[in-house]
């Protein structure tokens, strides 16, 4: 809760200052940021799987984790600013960013780890719904719109199986 209040404070001080993180100083904080390992947290502490060694594993912010998130400037801005490129590059480089965080990720779910399967697809779940959010679109800040048809085509008018 501590890391979670200190990172929280720093985008707050970014925002009042007007400031523009560079990109990975945008990327390490919104990993940090994110509600995802409070919620973590709350979702393991419930099930059997979950040992100290998981807890330990997950304070060590393994590359299974989301990384797409912020609120201050968005990761496309961040790079344009440090490093002058246009909107357009920045998008490049960024999904490129995005395809080898895939990466990680699949790799974390084929090594073999002490940690329990059941975790590692809660993780692999966050970064699916963070691929329908943020691919393409943010439809987490524009959720009237994208984010509204998918709940209803998903809750509301699901198709049949």
Not at 8 to 32: C, H, I, S
Request: proline share 3%.
């Amino acid at each position: 809760v501590k890391r979670q209040i200190r990172v929280l404070m720093k985008e707050q001080r970014w925002f009042k200052e007007d400031y523009v993180p560079t990109f990975e100083e945008y990327r390490y904080n919104g990993a940090l940021s994110c509600v995802l390992l409070l919620f973590t947290f709350q979702v393991l502490s419930g099930m059997k799987e979950t040992s100290q060694a998981v807890i330990d594993w997950l304070l060590t912010l393994p590359k299974i984790r989301e990384k797409k998130h912020g609120d201050v400037a968005s990761s496309i801005e961040c790079y344009m600013k440090q490093h002058g490129v246009s909107e357009e590059v920045a998008i490049d480089v960024i999904n490129r960013c995005i395809e080898r965080d895939w990466k990680d990720t699949n790799e974390e779910m084929i090594r073999e780890t002490a940690i329990p399967r059941r975790i590692l697809k809660i993780f692999l779940n966050y970064n699916r719904v963070m691929e329908v959010l943020y691919k393409d679109f943010d439809s987490f800040t524009e959720s009237t719109t994208r984010t509204t048809e998918m709940m209803e085509a998903l809750l509301v008018h699901p198709l049949p199986v």
